[in-house]
């Protein structure tokens, strides 16, 4: 593994890990972690592609986040890594990370041949965190981060609460989660400053491959379907008995989804 640097619009430095050789893959990665959450599935990649994984800026260092911590922000930063790229890229992005990728195809069409999104929790017909995002950022602004994952993990990815008890009763998860919390937080109140509406996208007209879960929260599925409705060139992939996190699940699966997206579009 390898590591490239490259330098956002508002000066800030941004590196990106680099696995492989073949045609490009730019991987942004979901929320909740780091780049290094996607290993699974870059591991199944490496032999045919080139797997560029941005370290989004929130998570590469939380000590750093601001309040004001945008989608424009993470669009620019994915951008400026691809300007790096020889051409043609596939755009990969997972959850927070595929919304991020949406944001960047819009402000640079030009630089992806297709994008490989993995259900981006877009605010379709309302917001993604709303009221239970206030709850998450007193709790954590109160000095209780775990609480304030708790809030999103049930509350705002819906996620069921026996399933989170179990998560957190865990020590390691616990352990896993609380160091993201800040980042968690900041880059949902960002996805909700978007604003209800996702009408923008259908002038965009790359080639996009959406992903969802047979078993992830309805919401994610609905949101998912909304967006497929407005993208003029978009098809949907079920994952059978997989959820919102088949990166950790199911990494092959998610693998030959990708390996599939990109015979369409990254033609030599």
Request: hydrophobic share 50%; net charge negative; charged share 20%.
């Amino acid at each position: 593994m390898t590591e490239i640097l490259a330098q956002s619009d508002c000066g800030h430095a941004i590196s990106a890990f680099v696995d492989g050789s073949g045609p490009t893959l730019l991987v942004v990665h979901p929320g909740g972690g780091d780049a290094t959450t996607w290993g699974g599935v870059v591991r199944h990649l490496v032999d045919d592609f080139r797997v560029v994984r941005i370290r989004r800026r929130i998570y590469a260092s939380p000590a750093g986040i601001a309040l004001s911590h945008s989608m424009a922000a993470e669009a620019a930063d994915v951008t400026a890594v691809a300007d790096l790229l020889e051409p043609p890229v596939l755009l990969v992005g997972h959850s927070s990370g595929a919304v991020a990728a949406l944001e960047a195809a819009l402000l640079r069409p030009s630089a992806f041949a297709g994008l490989w999104l993995y259900e981006p929790p877009l605010p379709t017909r309302e917001l993604i965190a709303g009221a239970a995002g206030v709850r998450a950022r007193a709790a954590l602004d109160g000095g209780d981060p775990m609480e304030a994952m708790r809030i999103h993990m049930r509350d705002i990815v819906r996620v069921p609460g026996g399933l989170v008890d179990a998560m957190f009763a865990d020590p390691q998860m616990r352990a896993a989660l609380s160091p993201c919390a800040a980042a968690q937080i900041a880059e949902d109140e960002a996805i909700d400053a978007l604003g209800v509406g996702i009408d923008r996208f259908a002038t965009l007209g790359t080639p996009t491959t959406l992903i969802e879960g047979e078993l992830s929260p309805a919401h994610l599925r609905e949101r998912l379907a909304d967006l497929a409705a407005v993208l003029p060139d978009a098809r949907v992939v079920t994952l059978a008995g997989q959820g919102h996190a088949a990166h950790i699940t199911a990494p092959g699966a998610l693998a030959d989804s990708i390996r599939d997206a990109a015979a369409r579009v990254l033609r030599p």
